[in-house]
């Protein structure tokens, strides 16, 4: 693979800053899920979907700018890369949504829900994700000969074996292929497997004694009449919150 040195930079910053750091925010969700904080969760699990989302638009040299922590408007910047092919289904595409409407909640300055089977879904999103957060587009020299080699990378993604052995993909120098690899005691390794029907060195037909840890909250400002408008004048609301009030 031939590479100049400013794609080589871009790359190393996907894999270092975005990739690897969304696999521990990963892990670190699934582990805070087991707490039942549930808000910290959900905003934990939006960090790690945005930084590999962004980690793919810099794998394939576009601008990651300008997204903040907008799930669905980087979602569809990575749809815009069509020879990408992206594939996600329905699911993780709802439970993407679901985040963006609940999870930027870091101050309880909105009211937000969840209905329990997140954990689930944040599993399926993140293999689905994942699995393009590496280099797809690039050209090998054969004998001579340029190859490229998208089609070949593409189709290995979308192997039906995979499909029904998730367990099984792996990226290569991926930092949660190192924690599966990890000593059977070691809490990170123990974190990632928990319950989950993607990663693993064994394929899960099955989980049992699973929590179902559903939850609301209504923050004072939505509770109480004129809350807003007093509360306004001690604390910071984000855009999104003043535009609830303030056009009602």
Same mark, same amino acid.
């Given at each position: 693979?031939?590479?100049?040195?400013?794609e080589?930079?871009?790359?190393?910053?996907?894999?270092?800053?975005?990739?690897?750091?969304?696999?521990?925010d990963?892990?670190?969700?699934?582990?805070?899920?087991?707490?039942n904080l549930?808000?910290?969760?959900?905003?934990?699990?939006?960090?790690?979907?945005?930084?590999?989302l962004?980690?793919?638009?810099?794998?394939?040299?576009?601008?990651?700018?300008?997204?903040?922590h907008?799930?669905?408007?980087?979602?569809?910047?990575?749809?815009e890369?069509?020879?990408?092919e992206f594939?996600?289904?329905?699911?993780g595409?709802?439970?993407?949504?679901?985040?963006?409407?609940?999870?930027?909640?870091?101050?309880?300055?909105?009211?937000?829900?969840?209905?329990?089977?997140?954990?689930?879904l944040?599993?399926?999103?993140?293999?689905?994700?994942?699995?393009y957060?590496?280099?797809v587009?690039?050209?090998?020299?054969?004998?001579?000969?340029?190859?490229?080699?998208?089609?070949?990378?593409?189709?290995?993604?979308?192997?039906?074996?995979y %499909?029904n052995? !998730?367990?099984?993909?792996? *990226? +290569?120098?991926?930092?949660?292929?190192?924690? $599966?690899? /990890?000593? %059977?005691?070691? !809490?990170?390794r123990?974190? *990632? +497997?928990?319950?989950?029907?993607?990663?693993? $060195?064994? /394929?899960?037909?099955?989980?049992?004694?699973?929590?179902?840890r559903?939850r609301?909250?209504?923050?004072p400002?939505?509770?109480?009449?004129?809350?807003?408008?007093?509360?306004?004048?001690?604390?910071?609301?984000?855009?999104?919150?003043?535009?609830?009030?303030?056009?009602?």
């Amino acid at each position: 693979m031939t590479l100049s040195n400013e794609e080589k930079i871009v790359i190393s910053f996907a894999t270092e800053c975005f990739r690897n750091v969304a696999d521990k925010d990963y892990i670190a969700a699934r582990m805070i899920y087991r707490l039942n904080l549930i808000e910290q969760f959900q905003w934990i699990a939006l960090q790690a979907i945005e930084k590999y989302l962004k980690s793919i638009l810099l794998y394939n040299l576009r601008s990651a700018k300008g997204l903040n922590h907008d799930l669905e408007k980087a979602l569809d910047k990575v749809e815009e890369i069509d020879y990408l092919e992206f594939d996600l289904l329905e699911e993780g595409k709802k439970f993407i949504t679901h985040l963006n409407k609940n999870a930027q909640n870091r101050y309880l300055e909105q009211c937000s829900y969840a209905l329990g089977n997140e954990l689930l879904l944040l599993d399926h999103t993140v293999w689905s994700i994942r699995r393009y957060c590496t280099v797809v587009n690039y050209e090998i020299n054969c004998n001579g000969e340029k190859i490229n080699m998208l089609p070949y990378e593409l189709k290995k993604i979308k192997l039906d074996y995979y %499909k029904n052995n !998730p367990h099984k993909f792996s *990226l +290569i120098g991926g930092y949660l292929e190192k924690v $599966l690899k /990890r000593e %059977k005691s070691d !809490p990170e390794r123990k974190a *990632l +497997i928990w319950k989950n029907f993607y990663f693993g $060195l064994n /394929r899960k037909q099955k989980i049992k004694n699973f929590t179902f840890r559903s939850r609301s909250v209504n923050p004072p400002h939505f509770r109480y009449i004129r809350g807003y408008e007093i509360l306004k004048e001690y604390v910071y609301f984000p855009k999104r919150i003043k535009k609830m009030f303030e056009e009602n």
